[in-house]
């Protein structure tokens, strides 16, 4: 992979003859470089590199990879953790699969014809529960096309559904995505075919995708309309107008508190007469009985709307004839996994400088302190002088500052004397 040249850098070209190198600032470089950390940290932090995830069963959400080497395309498709990833397969060719979710390492099962696991030689055959999509065989998308695309010159946005968990282009999901900032997950086109029953919620959940005005449309300019307002409108009758609003207002109140209902117990409601046990209301039901758009597009979702979900007994059940249990689980979100992994990785990060410290005495520990500090101010003040003279800071500079550094330490070293008692 090439690192692209920094924005506006100049590249020399050639060695010497006053070719100029790319100048970076260092704050710009450690930027960068942390940025970067804090990516790797989110998708790879919740994974383990060091041990096999087999031995785990089907992990609830891990990093994959699939090896287009060991299992080229035509043959069957087959996932491996991040461990293997490094330990098995370190020179093969391999596809980044970002997060797959109830996933078990096939790494030397009966898939990999010449090779066994180095971690856990021992494994199954194969793993009946994993469930393989083009995504192994590097092809994304409903277009089937490689990411990124060497053909493709248009810059486009690929967004993971959360259902099927493939992966699309913006271009290709039946409507223009809201900004990214704006939603937080996505239902791709056949998935909410396949779930139906998200049509109803999008009415009141969804995030709006953005409308492209016809008349500005050679201006690419994009308005965000609620696709709801209309069919809201129509309910509206001449009388009772007023009335049928705050009803309505009333119901969405109640619907947007996270569902805690679990088809189990039934709340007890105070009525204006009485009391008396009633059993739990669907909220899909509800959703369903009012008029509802159900498009041929996919649809986008904010923060925190699998917990408006109804959990009734029903609803339950139909989840699980669909295979979509995982929709009223939060924890099942890229975010939770994104979360918990940075959680962990800054939980282990220790600073190496005081791992030394506790392996030492107090005599040691003092005189590296010491060093430290010498060298921290050496430096501050050789680094000010390139500041105030507005000088870039070269690789030859920094080795002739840590030569320097190193011969006045021995000059010190050798004025010292020691006497034993």
Known sequence: MEAAAPEGAELGSGCGGGAEEPVVSLAEV???????????????????????????????????????????????????????????????????????????????????????????????????????NDNFYG???????????????????????????????????????????????????????????????????AVPPLTKVNSLEGEGVFLKVKESEEPKKEIKKESGVEQQEMKEEKQMEQFNEPSTSSGSACPEVKCAFFSVLEEPVCKLKELQSKPFLNKDTATFWPLNWRSKLCTCEDCLKMYSELEVQFLTDECDTVLAYENKGTSDQETERRDPLMDTLNSMNRVQQVELICEYNDLKTELTDYLRRFADEGTVVKREDIQHFFEEFQSRKRQRTNRMQYYCS
Request: charged share 25%.
């Open 139 to 205: 092809l994304y998308c409903t277009c089937k096309r490689p990411y990124p695309d060497p053909e493709d010159e248009i810059p486009d946005e690929m967004i993971q559904c959360i259902v099927c968990e493939d992966w699309f282009h913006g271009r290709h999901l039946g409507a223009v995505p809201p900004e990214s900032g704006d939603f937080h997950e996505m239902v791709c086109q056949a998935c909410m075919n396949h779930c139906h029953f998200l049509w109803a919620y999008a009415s009141q959940l």
């Open 30 to 132: 450690l930027a960068e470089n942390e940025e970067l950390e804090k990516e790797a940290r989110a998708v790879l932090g919740g994974s383990d590199h060091e041990r096999c995830s087999y031995s785990q069963g089907a992990v609830k959400r891990q990093a994959l990879y699939a090896c287009s080497t060991c299992t080229p395309p035509g043959g069957e498709p087959a996932g491996i953790c991040l461990a293997c990833s490094y330990e098995c397969h370190g020179t093969h060719r391999l596809f980044e699969l970002y997060t797959k979710r109830n996933f078990r390492c096939d790494c030397g099962n009966s898939k990999f014809k010449n090779l066994q696991c180095k971690l856990l030689p021992e494994k199954g055959k194969v793993n009946s529960g994993n469930k393989y």
